[in-house]
């Protein structure tokens, strides 16, 4: 990603908190560049920096040093309302959904457009607008308490929304939701910059939700970014230590590998959701043993990875590689130690 695509450049930005108890680096020189239009990820352990890098996006938390430069303005050097104006263009949605509990679903959309001075009958038509884009037209006048998790988090969206913002931070916007409730979410963040064209930071714990809409992805360790590429990329070929961590969910990629030999089978969508493995074990007469997998059928089509043990007998591990490679997905070889 080149600096002049970018719609956000981050350039050797750190954020350091000073308390009594001591001094802590949140941030430490990141750089980072997000494409105007793209679904952009950023994954992390709790407490790897990406809440707060997030929120030094918007300047919600000033930066200790570096530059944050949003469509052209770096925030810094913005006066008071200047800044304020670029915070609208930067909708934000949070785990928790943070909404009015004494205002319908309907009031909840209107409150920044109140605060940004808009008219009570504009604000109510652009909040139903925007209702209709969410799916809740019909919940307008429900209060939060009325409306499930994933209701209230499809009202957030549209509050989100509300200014016309051409950018939409999630922080862990999914983390307090089922897993069908995720996908919907997901599939309308997914619908929402295709048809708006609205570029959409996601902040995560969950590879899962990584893999799932975004295009690229930083992987945040300790403060610092460890890797940086495309979703297929760190997916298929992560050079991290923190990648390999979150991709090989709960060490279980080598958990009970005794063997010598191994391969990593991604399944990237471009292969049938066919039995690839055993059709390989009757195809090469070659024994294997599944270490791991995580793999899913969508609309016919296989994604995720797993992890195989070869055979000992190095002609029949030489046949099953072989075979693997003549079924369009991607294979990695090496040893216990390259996947543990």
């Known amino acids: 990603m080149e600096a002049q695509d970018a719609i956000i450049q981050i350039e050797r930005m750190?954020?350091?908190?000073?308390?009594?108890?001591?001094?802590?680096?949140?941030?430490?020189?990141?750089?980072?560049?997000?494409?105007?239009?793209?679904?952009?990820?950023?994954?992390?352990?709790?407490g790897a920096g990406k809440s707060t890098l997030v929120r030094c996006i918007n300047f919600l938390e000033k930066p200790t040093s570096g530059k944050v430069i949003v469509d052209g303005q770096e925030l810094s050097q913005l006066p008071e309302k200047q800044l304020l104006e670029a915070r609208r263009g930067m909708g934000m949605i949070f785990q928790q959904f943070n909404l009015l509990q004494q205002r319908t679903a309907l009031q909840n959309i209107c409150f920044p457009l109140e605060i940004a001075g808009t008219s009570k009958a504009e604000a109510e038509k652009r909040a139903r607008e925007l209702l209709d884009i969410v799916g809740l037209r019909e919940r307008e006048n429900a209060y939060p308490a009325q409306m499930s998790g994933g209701q209230q988090q499809r009202v957030a969206i549209?509050?989100?929304?509300?200014?016309?913002?051409?950018?939409?931070l999630c922080d862990e916007a999914t983390s307090a939701l089922d897993p069908t409730t995720t996908r919907q979410i997901l599939a309308l963040l997914k619908q929402i910059n295709r048809t708006l064209g609205i570029t959409i930071v996601v902040i995560t714990h969950e590879m899962a939700v990584i893999e799932e809409i975004c295009q690229r992805v930083a992987i945040i360790d300790a403060s610092h970014i460890a890797e940086v590429g495309t979703v297929d990329q760190v997916f298929t070929r992560p050079q991290s230590d923190m990648a390999k961590q979150l991709i090989y969910p709960d060490g279980k990629r080598g958990?009970?590998?005794?063997?010598?030999?191994?391969?990593?089978?991604?399944?990237?969508?471009?292969?049938?959701?066919?039995?690839?493995?055993?059709?390989?074990?009757?195809?090469?007469?070659?024994s294997v043993n599944i270490m791991f997998a995580n793999t899913k059928n969508i609309d016919g089509k296989a994604y995720g990875q797993m992890l195989l043990q070869l055979p000992e007998d190095e002609r029949a591990a030489q046949r099953a590689l072989a075979y693997l490679e003549t079924q369009?997905?991607?294979?990695?070889?090496?040893d216990a130690h390259d996947f543990a």
């Not at 030999?261 to 090469?284: A, H, K, Q, T, W």
């Not at 369009?328 to 090496?334: A, F, I, L, R, S």
């Open 328 to 334: 369009n997905v991607h294979v990695e070889e090496g």
């Open 14 to 46: 750190s954020k350091v908190f000073e308390s009594k108890s001591g001094r802590v680096v949140a941030l430490d020189n990141i750089d980072l560049h997000i494409g105007r239009g793209e679904i952009f990820g950023i994954i992390g352990l709790s």
């Open 255 to 286: 958990a009970v590998a005794t063997g010598k030999r191994y391969c990593r089978i991604v399944f990237d969508g471009n292969s049938s959701f066919e039995p690839v493995v055993s059709n390989m074990v009757l195809e090469c007469k070659a």
């Open 158 to 168: 549209a509050r989100a929304l509300a200014t016309n913002p051409n950018i939409l």
